[in-house]
Nanobody, 130 residues
Framework: QVQLVESGGRLVQAGDSLRLSCAASGSTFSDYRTAWFRQAPGKEREFVAI????????FYAGSVNGRFTASRDNALNSVYLTMNSLRPEDTAVYYC???????????????????????WGQGTQVTVSS
């Protein structure tokens, strides 16, 4: 099992940058592929990004591709989401999620389906003002 704790969310202005962190404990973190999701008020949870256990492979939702970057430091048992050019529509609670198995599944649907992830953090709030 792995426990996840997100941090780094705060109020920022449109155009700003922010880096979220997800700290893991309880298991060998490099064995887990890790994803970021977000949920805005009144909306369903939305896939943002995923990174493989080694960190060599990533995949992004179209709405954040080119603006957000997922990275990880397995020596620190941490995954990061660097968010640039933030927009008001990026406002949401951001969650990291993990599943045992470091390799990304071949289909985008499997990568982005929240039901595929067994471990979740409590979330961190990101608010982008216009």
């Amino acid at each position: 099992q792995v426990q996840l704790v997100e941090s780094g969310g705060r109020l920022v202005q449109a155009g700003d940058s922010l880096r979220l962190s997800c700290a893991a404990s309880g298991s060998t973190f490099s064995d887990y592929r890790t994803a970021w999701f977000r949920q805005a008020p009144g909306k369903e949870r939305e896939f943002v990004a995923i990174i493989s256990g080694t960190g060599r492979s990533t995949f992004y939702a179209g709405s954040v591709n080119g603006r957000f970057t997922a990275s990880r430091d397995n020596a620190l048992n941490s995954v990061y989401l660097t968010m640039n050019s933030l927009r008001p529509e990026d406002t949401a609670v951001y969650y990291c999620a993990a599943r045992l198995g470091g390799v990304l599944p071949p289909s985008a649907r499997a990568r982005s389906n929240p039901d595929q992830y067994h471990y979740w953090g409590q979330g961190t709030q990101v608010t982008v003002s216009s």
